[in-house]
């Protein structure tokens, strides 16, 4: 009980020196700034089948920067790690690692027409969530 309250404690005195402001607050950022959007996501799971286990911990940064307003280039990069798996080293090895899920060019020269480059690198435990992306 004394850890949780010593924790308590700590967080709030840290979070305590931490600065905010509101939108209508902001200086002019640099032109950079304003092209460029970030979202993360975090996601932990368990896998288990026949008594046997693993899991698979995953970090997505997906980043799109627009070059211009018919111009973007939009990337998702991934950190997989497998902390535990009860079906060997190798297996817990072979899924974790650092994987560009998407990288793609997207312009759009005229109005009705689109040209998008795009490269994919999916993981083989997700080609069963996302069949279309088999070739």
């Known amino acids: 009980m004394?850890?949780?309250i010593l924790g308590l404690v700590l967080v709030v005195f840290v979070s305590s020196f931490a600065n905010s402001q509101f939108k209508d607050q902001l200086e002019s950022k640099p032109d950079v700034y304003q092209k460029l959007f970030m979202r993360h996501s975090f996601?932990?799971?368990?896998?288990?089948?026949?008594?046997?286990?693993?899991?698979?911990?995953?970090?997505?940064n997906s980043i799109l920067y627009r070059f211009?307003?018919?111009?973007n280039l939009q990337?998702?990069?991934?950190?997989?790690?497998?902390?535990?798996?009860?079906?060997?080293?190798?297996?817990?090895?072979?899924?974790?690692?650092?994987?560009?899920?998407?990288?793609?060019?997207?312009?759009?020269p005229f109005r009705n027409v689109f040209i998008n480059i795009q490269y994919?690198?999916?993981?083989?435990?997700?080609?069963?969530?996302?069949?279309?992306?088999?070739?």
């Not at 950190?79 to 899924?95: D, K």
């Not at 994919?120 to 070739?135: A, E, K, L, S, T």
């Open 2 to 4: 004394k850890r949780l």
């Open 120 to 135: 994919r690198q999916v993981p083989f435990y997700q080609y069963y969530y996302y069949p279309y992306y088999r070739w």
């Open 68 to 71: 211009s307003d018919n111009l």
């Open 75 to 108: 990337a998702d990069i991934s950190f997989i790690s497998s902390p535990f798996s009860s079906f060997g080293r190798g297996f817990q090895r072979s899924l974790s690692g650092v994987f560009i899920d998407r990288i793609e060019l997207n312009y759009q």
């Open 43 to 60: 996601s932990v799971s368990y896998f288990s089948i026949g008594g046997k286990g693993f899991m698979l911990n995953s970090y997505t």
